[in-house]
Antibody
Framework: QVLLQQWGAGLLKPSETLSLTCGVSGESFSDYQWSWIRQPPGKGLEWIGEINLGGTTNYDPSLQSRVTISIDRSKNQFSLKLNFVTAADTAIYYC?????????????WGQGTPVTVSS | DIQMTQSPSSLSASVGDRVTITCRASQSVNTYLNWYQQRPGKAPQLLIYAASSLPSGVPSRFSGSASGTQFALTINGLQPEDFATYYCQQTYTSPRTFGPGTKVEIK
């Protein structure tokens, strides 16, 4: 049973950098892709981006200029950085595992990290 | 980007009811369409993948179907634990966009 545990700073000031990490345990790290999703307060899910084991990334175009997703295979971890945050980046951030075999779906999720951006 | 719409945005139903939620993609996503259930205060959980496949552990009262760019999630015999918000997501191409969600409430 895979377990995704995420951590990072939950309170930021405008213009700071959001930094979150997701640790993966319980199953192989190498057979999947890894994603970040966020959910603003009272709103729906927003896909942020993804990374595969080779380090290839895809990002949502609206965030592409500010976001970096990276992977550390030696630690079974992947990370999210979002630069120059504003109040609009206040959300619960989730990491998730993507199975990409004959279809593509997010089958395991982290517990979520609330991030608030406020001066 | 592929846009996803869902209808209705919310609905009220009773335990035992049959409920259908619709999701439409702005262009073909083949069957790269997934459904997630999110209970209040919890992380989303995968409910249906590849338009109609159930992951292990998901009750058989949940089913998914597809017709072109229109997809449906049906719950046959709504249970108390099914009152939640349901999201569709296309994973045919990046960005892998979510629908706006459908909130299922108790009547």
């Amino acid at each position: 049973q895979v377990l995704l545990q995420q951590w990072g700073a939950g309170l930021l000031k405008p213009s700071e950098t959001l930094s979150l990490t997701c640790g993966v345990s319980g199953e192989s790290f190498s057979d999947y892709q890894w994603s970040w999703i966020r959910q603003p307060p009272g709103k729906g899910l927003e896909w942020i981006g993804e990374i595969n084991l080779g380090g290839t990334t895809n990002y949502d175009p609206s965030l592409q200029s500010r976001v970096t997703i990276s992977i550390d295979r030696s630690k079974n971890q992947f990370s999210l950085k979002l630069n120059f945050v504003t109040a609009a980046d206040t959300a619960i951030y989730y990491c998730a595992r993507a199975t990409d075999f004959w279809s593509y779906y997010l089958d395991s999720w982290g517990q979520g990290t609330p991030v608030t951006v406020s001066s | 980007d592929i846009q996803m719409t869902q209808s209705p945005s919310s609905l009220s139903a009773s335990v035992g009811d049959r409920v259908t939620i619709t999701c439409r993609a702005s262009q073909s996503v083949n069957t790269y369409l997934n459904w997630y259930q999110q209970r209040p205060g919890k992380a989303p959980q995968l409910l249906i993948y590849a338009a109609s496949s159930l992951p292990s552990g998901v009750p058989s009262r949940f089913s998914g179907s597809a017709s072109g760019t229109q997809f449906a999630l049906t719950i046959n015999g709504l249970q108390p634990e099914d009152f939640a918000t349901y999201y569709c997501q296309q994973t045919y191409t990046s960005p892998r966009t979510f629908g706006p969600g459908t909130k299922v409430e108790i009547k």
